[in-house]
């Protein structure tokens, strides 16, 4: 089963819009990821935030981490047709590391 | 760099047939993580290797299902005897320092049980 669920499940914006994805889990964990993953291909690692860290950024992405609420957010700033993948948050807790199902992001140019 | 290399790309196979993955780690890694994705059930993780040696095989559905890690760069992973319900694609991974870490996937080897 999965740890973390994004929402929405799938999302379309026109190019230059600002983009933004949930993760919620349930239950403590060390650190959350945020990877991307285009047709066909593998993941590809975005960003860590560690549990005691609030909100981080790297280029046009930010990542918040809320451990009250158990809740991630991803926001792509002034998205691109090249934005367009899918998404995924991967917990590590002290069992194991989970993925989530994934968010679809169309960016229509 | 040569990143985390999978072959084959693509397999299809008949039902009964051996089917064997295989996988090159980023040269120095020492976690390598075999996972499994499909529409219905989403990534799975089926097993993860450190330093060679199998940590957690607990994802791995059945006894038809093996991994092995030789030497730190190559690993297989062999489903014998196939069923229809094994196709999916099956991602190889690795990272350097520990489970928690960033990993580098490879783009996969798509499986089709007839």
Redesign the interface.
């Known amino acids: 089963s999965q740890q973390g669920e994004e929402d929405p499940q799938a999302l379309s914006i026109q190019e230059g819009e600002n983009a933004t994805m949930n993760c919620s889990y349930k239950t403590s964990i060390n650190n959350l990821q945020w990877y991307r993953q285009n047709s066909g291909r593998g993941l590809v690692h975005l960003i860590l935030i560690r549990s005691n860290e609030r909100e981080k950024h790297s280029g046009r992405l930010r990542v918040t981490l809320d451990t009250s609420k158990k809740s991630s957010s991803l926001l792509i700033t002034a998205s691109r047709a090249a934005d367009t993948a899918s998404y995924f948050c991967a917990t590590d807790s002290t069992n194991d590391m989970r993925f989530g199902a994934g968010t679809r992001l169309t960016v229509k140019p | 760099d040569a990143g ?1 290399i999978q072959s084959p790309r693509h397999e299809v196979t008949e039902m009964g047939q051996e089917v064997t993955l295989r996988c090159k780690p980023i040269s120095g890694h020492d976690y390598l993580f075999w996972y499994r994705q499909t529409m219905m059930r ?2 799975e ?1 089926l097993i993860y290797f450190n330093n060679n040696v199998p940590i ?1 095989d607990s994802g791995m559905p059945e006894d038809r299902f093996s991994a092995k890690m030789p030497n730190a760069s190559f690993s297989t992973l062999k489903i014998q005897p196939s069923e229809p319900r094994d196709s999916a694609v099956y ?1 190889c ?1 690795s990272t350097l320092g520990g ?2 870490q ?7 080897t798509r499986l089709s049980i007839l």
């Not at chain 2, 990993?103 to 996969?108: E, I, L, T, V, Y």
């Open positions: 985390v989403g990534l993780l957690d991602f991974a489970r928690n960033p990993q580098h996937f490879g783009d996969g």
